[in-house]
């Protein structure tokens, strides 16, 4: 546990490539025991640290990963909150910005970090990035400012030397390390021989306030992306599923869609119908601007909202966090028109 001159770290291991290791005699990656941890990383016994293991039993493959398992790590975070100065989590590529946007939202008022990492390939091969992300992720977890407060109280994804906000990141790359992006926010720290830590973009905790956590989603959101030549009937079928309460309308440039008269129609009964659609581009850089050109202005008058700068997955994890709480439709547009985790820019 944590003292004064020696940090503590919780390392909660999900599952993923990044706790695999290769069997001699069938070749097949398996889970290893992170019991083990030190066999494998023995790197870890040089940190000025206290660094103590949680492992989901069994692993979960992040495709895997759902609203349940999110509450699980925010369960495991909240109970041992007071006995740590930092969490990482490792955790599977594909789904980990998912998870890093559901728990953003879901650690209200964060005063620690919480570094979500994992690799490209698996810790017990030769050339792993698991290795140098891990080691990384539990030293940015302990770092303290001169006052003592931590470096960084976010929850972040760090992936080959990048620190990034966690609800602004994607995956881009399931070939090279540099699995992730944060395209319309700037890293929070950029790693070489130092650590750099941009301190100006760093959220800071409400003082005032402790931690919150919330376990609450619902997950009745869809993901509908416009193309060229998509037919009414199939834009109907989504906007009438049994139960759909919001959608992530992922539309071209910025924020526009086609000047039909049915997809019009389609939109606006749906919003009378109480459906939240929320506008963000296909584009992986930019901004939804609907008042910006005539076919943008139409979805504003249609009653579809801004998602602003918003990634799919943190549209939609916000999305299922709101209506998680049992929100209202007017209350809803108006959260998902707000700031809550440093996941939009609103200028």
């Known amino acids: ?11 909660i291991y999900t599952g993923g490539t990044i706790g695999m290791i290769e069997n001699p005699e069938t070749g097949a990656l398996e889970s290893f025991n992170f019991d083990q941890l030190l066999k494998h990383v023995p790197e870890l016994k040089r940190f000025n640290c206290h660094i103590s293991t949680y492992q989901f039993n069994p692993p979960i493959d992040s495709s895997d990963m759902e609203p349940e398992l999110w509450a699980k790590i925010v369960k495991i975070i909240s ?25 953003s939202f879901m650690l209200e008022n964060l005063s620690k970090p919480v570094i979500l990492t994992g690799s490209q390939l ?22 303290r400012r001169p006052d003592g407060t931590p470096m960084v ?10 620190l990034m906000r966690g609800n602004r990141t994607t995956k881009i790359n399931a070939e090279n390390f540099n699995a992730f992006r944060s395209f319309n926010y700037p890293p929070l720290a950029k790693v ?57 309308l992922k ?55 801004s998602g602003y700068d918003s990634t799919p997955e943190c549209a939609v994890t916000k999305l299922m966090f709101l209506l998680g709480h049992g929100l209202n439709q007017q209350e809803i547009r108006r959260l998902m028109d707000s700031n809550l985790a440093g996941e939009i820019t609103k200028e």
């Not at 997950?219 to 416009?226: A, D, G, P």
Request: with cysteine.
């Open 1 to 11: 546990m944590k003292t004064a001159d020696c940090p503590s770290v919780l390392l």
């Open 153 to 162: 109280p976010e929850v972040c994804i760090f992936f080959e030397n990048e």
């Open 251 to 305: 539309t071209f440039g910025s924020g526009n869609a086609p000047q039909k008269e049915w997809l019009i129609r389609q939109l606006k009964e749906a919003n009378e119908r109480g459906i939240v659609i929320v506008n963000i581009t296909q584009c992986q850089r930019g901004v939804v601007e609907m008042q910006r050109y005539g076919t943008g202005l139409q979805l504003l008058q249609t009653g579809v909202i």
């Open 122 to 143: 698996p810790i017990g091969m030769l050339r792993t990035d698991g290795k140098e992300n891990l080691i990384t992720a539990i030293e940015i977890a302990a770092a």
């Open 79 to 103: 109970s041992h909150y007071n006995d740590y100065d930092g969490f990482v989590i490792l955790h599977g590529t594909d789904t980990m910005a998912y998870t890093a946007c559901a728990l």
């Open 192 to 248: 070489g021989i130092h650590i750099r830590y941009e301190e100006h973009l760093i959220r800071r905790p409400d003082p005032s306030r402790p931690m919150k956590p919330h376990y609450l989603f619902d997950t009745n959101v869809v993901v509908l992306t416009l193309f060229p030549g998509i037919r009414e009937s199939i834009v109907s079928s989504v906007l009438h599923v049994p139960g759909i309460k919001a959608v992530v």
